[in-house]
């Protein structure tokens, strides 16, 4: 199972970025999806998630300028980023809850991540 992320970059405070996060492989399901970010010396936090059903979750920091989206039938999940400030510069992890087979268990894969840079 392989989680590619692209979409990052460089961009000016106030701009935008669209995230993109396809997983492939031998995918049985894939659960939650979500993003999470790593800025240099700071844990990696979620920024935001969302179930097979739809429901989400983002952190307060980005709410209102972050958008989380799935296309289930391609195995992919966005984050359109508006409104950039330059605390959002990071890392961009993808995460997603997958089973291999109907009897495997949950296991949580991660992306490679993209280094999203916003200047002020």
């Known amino acids: 199972v392989h989680l590619v992320e692209s979409g990052g970059g460089l961009v000016q405070a106030g701009g935008s970025l669209k995230l993109s996060c396809a997983a492939s492989g031998n995918i049985f399901s894939i659960n939650g999806m979500g993003w999470y970010r790593q800025a240099p010396g700071k844990q990696r936090d979620l920024v935001a998630g969302?179930?097979?059903?739809?429901?989400?979750n983002y952190a307060d920091s980005v709410k209102g300028r972050f958008t989380i989206s799935r296309d289930n039938a391609k195995n992919t999940v966005y984050l359109q980023m508006n409104r950039l400030k330059p605390e959002d510069t990071a890392v961009y992890y993808c995460?997603?809850?997958?089973?291999?087979?109907?009897?495997?268990?949950?296991?949580?894969?991660w992306g490679q991540g993209t280094q999203v840079t916003v200047s002020s």
């Open positions: 995460n997603a809850d997958i089973k291999k087979a109907v009897w495997d268990k949950w296991d949580a894969y």
């Open positions: 969302m179930t097979r059903g739809g429901s989400t």
